[in-house]
């Protein structure tokens, strides 16, 4: 079985084009939260992901575009833009928002947006110590998919150990998925890199194979830009897709 996992898309329907490209053929497509917040087309990557029947979980931007998540947890850049999402959205779509589940466990692993350890207050996984706090919580299940922090990478922890290996991968690249070990993926994000690499971020995942392999996909950055600042989104959230920061 093949997966494709798409994560913080973040309202960017051109990034998301080119990642469902690369991932054309999977058999099964999963986003681990954040499908709107910061970009341009919150109702079209809405209208996207669910015509294909992904798996969603709750991101944290979904939560408070929702009203499920206090605007006193996001900077003003971040406000403002989930307060014009708000306004793009159709009754039906925030409706839809608000019933999208914080965590989903599927046969092969589990889905949250930042953490298992307290999913609900949206923690980051930046750490060896926040990983583990999320493994410790993983019960059965050996891998387990998040995006949040917007920052591709693998973390590691061999079967009945304490310690977690942190792996950044903001190149892309392939991890054997061996059993003895289980995995936290970050995912990275498709609609607003922050690991230094302006590239879509998405990750093929093959369960017959066991392995998982971080793509980057490069993207039109300058067409989405230019609709963000035709609708007046802030300029700091435009120019940061250019650097992927
Ligand atoms: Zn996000």
Redesign the pocket.
């Known amino acids: 079985m093949t997966y494709g996992i798409v994560s913080?898309v973040?309202g960017n329907l051109t990034a998301l084009e080119a990642v469902l490209e690369r991932l054309k053929g999977v058999d099964k497509l999963v986003c681990p939260g954040?499908v709107v917040?910061y970009g341009p087309d919150p109702a079209e990557c809405i209208s996207r992901l669910r015509g294909l029947n992904a798996v969603i979980v709750l991101?944290?931007?979904d939560a408070a575009v929702c009203g499920k998540l206090d605007l006193s947890w996001f900077n003003p850049f971040a406000c403002e833009a989930v307060q014009w999402t708000r306004e793009q959205l159709s009754e039906n779509d925030i409706k839809w928002l608000s019933t999208v589940p914080l965590v989903c466990h599927l046969d092969d692993f589990v889905v949250v947006h930042s953490s298992l350890a307290q999913p609900e207050t949206f923690p980051y996984i930046s750490t060896a110590s926040d990983a583990r706090m999320c493994f410790e919580k993983m019960e059965g299940q050996r891998i387990c998919l998040v995006?949040?922090s917007?920052v591709a990478a693998v973390f590691i922890q061999q079967e009945g150990q304490y310690h977690v290996d942190c792996i950044p991968m903001p190149q892309g690249g392939k991890v054997l998925l061996e059993s003895n070990y289980r995995f936290i993926i970050n995912c990275g994000?498709v609609g607003?890199p922050r690991d230094g690499n302006p590239d879509a971020a998405c990750v093929l995942i093959d369960t017959d194979a066991m392995s998982a392999e971080i793509i980057r996909v490069p993207y039109d950055v300058s067409d989405v830009q230019r609709r963000m600042r035709k609708a007046h989104l802030p300029g700091m959230l435009i120019q940061r897709l250019t650097y992927g920061m």
């Open positions: 913080d973040h954040d917040g991101g944290n931007h995006g949040h917007h994000s607003q």
